[in-house]
């Protein structure tokens, strides 16, 4: 078998059944409405049930029953009973899981579910995006009235029906507002039947989406379809400091995140000592004042009223001093044992060298560089280069030439004396 054969056949074995995910329970639709069905691949499934999940605009999504039997996939744009007249959608979900979908959403009498009535025409689409393109537009008119009416709401989101002869009104509001009025002005100007429904900052916020301080795409925006109450008491728990820029989301509301680890921070909680069990060593007593709960790590200071000489220690250090207190003695410092296991650490080896100690070589070269320059012109130099290296001789070397250097002068004197 050549090579070319192999891996023809190894990527035909590998793409030929989709392995983890199957492509047919993958569909395209907003983050927060995403469902996977892990059944799509089982033969027959679409005819196990007749209902169908449809997904519109936003987080709005209905279940329907396919009373005509249709042969509807995820991903077909269908044309659905609405009240008056039609809305159009997107399949997202079909088979045996819409029934569970269903009694998760609290759907139990079929009266509230409505038909589907066929797949969307040509004529159906260009209905739907005439009514999609006027939605911004009757925003901000909608707006402009509800300024003039002086109702203290906002009107964060239009979206229209399907065929155009429907328009629900988002809105947020703190105070129960009376918009009898804003009805009426609002059927006249735009000529379509109105629906007005209240949402929070949080669900407003999931709308526009953005990113959040963590770097990531904001949670409301992806994934998270119900919003519990987050109180400060979270921030206490955590010792977060309740600084109100911080805390707050891009809604104007307390993050979303922070009851997220609240339950781990609680049982960690659990097994630190108590913030009013303060410390006595020889050195004098010791108050708590703030604790890594994660760590384990609790800081003591010792002023009761503001963080002076603080000492962080472990844990289980705490409790053996609270221990030795009860029995009455008093060690001699907080941080007796931890000394200890301190020295025990690992060493980094960046540490070790240092991150310069190539710059310095390279700083010598130049400096001998420079000398042999400076000797090569000036003539001293090198004689203090060949006493340098004369110097550097053996000993006994030295004594030879010195005695030869004494010879050399008797016999020049010698010869001066006989002229």
């Known amino acids: 078998m050549t090579i070319y054969k192999y891996m023809e056949e190894l990527f035909y074995n590998t793409n030929r059944r989709p392995q983890g995910l199957c492509c047919k329970g993958i569909g395209r639709q ?4 995403n469902t996977y069905d892990w059944l799509a691949d089982i033969p027959g499934n679409d005819l196990e ?8 605009k936003n987080t709005r999504k209905g279940y329907y029953r396919n009373s005509n039997g249709l042969q509807l996939q995820k991903g077909d744009i269908v044309a659905v009973e609405a009240s008056p007249g039609h809305d159009i959608g997107v399949i997202t979900l079909t088979g045996r899981l819409v029934p569970l979908q269903m009694k998760k959403a609290n759907i139990r009498s079929e009266a509230d579910i409505k038909r589907v009535y066929r797949k969307a025409r ?14 911004h537009k009757t925003m901000i008119e909608s707006r402009q009235i509800a300024l003039d009416l002086e109702l203290q709401m906002k009107i964060g989101d239009v979206e229209y029906q399907g065929d155009g002869n429907k328009a629900i009104f988002y809105y947020i509001a703190d105070e129960r507002v009376d918009f009898r009025q804003l009805i009426k002005v609002l059927a006249e100007a735009f000529h379509v ?8 900052a949080r669900q407003e916020a999931g709308r526009i989406g953005g990113i959040g301080p963590c770097g990531r795409e904001l949670c409301c925006a992806t994934w998270m379809t ?5 109180s400060t008491g979270a ?3 955590q010792d977060i400091s309740l600084n109100p820029q911080k805390l707050a989301g891009q809604c104007a509301k307390l993050k979303c995140c922070l009851n997220y680890e609240i339950d781990s921070y609680v049982e960690s909680q659990k097994r630190l000592p108590s913030k009013e069990i303060s410390l006595f060593t020889m050195e004098g007593e010791w108050f708590y004042f703030k604790a890594d709960i994660l760590a384990n790590l609790i800081t003591y200071s010792s002023d009761k009223q ?3 000489n603080a000492v962080t220690i472990s844990c289980k250090r705490a409790f053996d001093i609270i221990g030795m207190n009860k029995r009455g003695v008093k060690p001699n410092s907080l941080l007796e ?7 025990s650490k690992p060493v980094d080896l960046v540490e070790q060298e240092s991150l310069t100690r190539f710059d310095r070589a390279k700083k010598k070269k130049k400096k001998k560089n420079g000398d042999k320059t400076k000797s090569h012109n000036n003539p001293k130099s090198q004689d203090n280069v060949e006493m340098q290296s004369s110097s550097k001789q053996p000993r006994h070397e030295q004594e030879q030439s010195g005695e030869r250097g004494r010879g050399l002068t008797d016999k020049k004197n010698k010869h001066t004396d006989k002229q």
């Open 49 to 56: 049930s007749q209902y169908v999940e449809v997904q519109f």
């Open 30 to 33: 907003d983050h927060q409405l």
């Open 306 to 308: 503001s963080l002076s």
């Open 337 to 343: 044992d931890d000394i200890k296991q301190a020295t």
């Open 122 to 135: 040509q004529t159906d689409m260009e209905k739907y995006y005439e009514a999609k393109a006027r939605e």
């Open 235 to 237: 921030a206490r728990i």
């Open 226 to 230: 119900s919003f519990v109450s987050v």
């Open 193 to 200: 039947r109105i629906e007005m429904k209240q949402i929070g």
